[in-house]
Nanobody, 126 residues
């Protein structure tokens, strides 16, 4: 059974940093495409960052240069390092995974992931 458990969210001031983690189990981590998505109240879910099975990454324009997605294949954990946080980054952040060879840009914009975590809340406020 595929399981994804996010952690690391919280309240942070504008300009601050957070690192989200997604502990994965039930599948061969390195062969999956994975990503981080977010949804703010009243808005549609949007892709934040993805990493494909070859290790290539893609980012939403709004987070490019501020966020970094990475994975530890030994710990089976996906990370999202978020720097220079803004109030508009406030949202519930979700980890997603699927067995797919799709490239990271497709994962970010079009792909329908099968597996999702429960989410972790990020609030950026002074």
């Amino acid at each position: 059974e595929v399981q994804l458990v996010e952690s690391g969210g919280g309240l942070v001031q504008p300009g601050g940093s957070l690192r989200l983690s997604c502990a994965a189990s039930g599948f061969t981590f390195s062969s999956y495409g994975m990503g981080w998505f977010r949804q703010a109240p009243g808005k549609e879910r949007e892709g934040v960052a993805t990493i494909d099975s070859h290790g290539s990454t893609s980012y939403a324009d709004s987070v490019q240069g501020r966020f970094t997605i990475s994975q530890d294949n030994v710990k089976n954990t996906l990370y999202l390092q978020m720097n220079s946080l803004k109030s508009e980054d406030t949202a519930m952040y979700y980890c997603a995974a699927d067995s797919t060879p799709s490239p990271s840009w497709w994962l970010l914009r079009r792909y329908e992931f099968r597996y999702w975590g429960q989410g972790t809340q990020v609030t950026v406020s002074s």
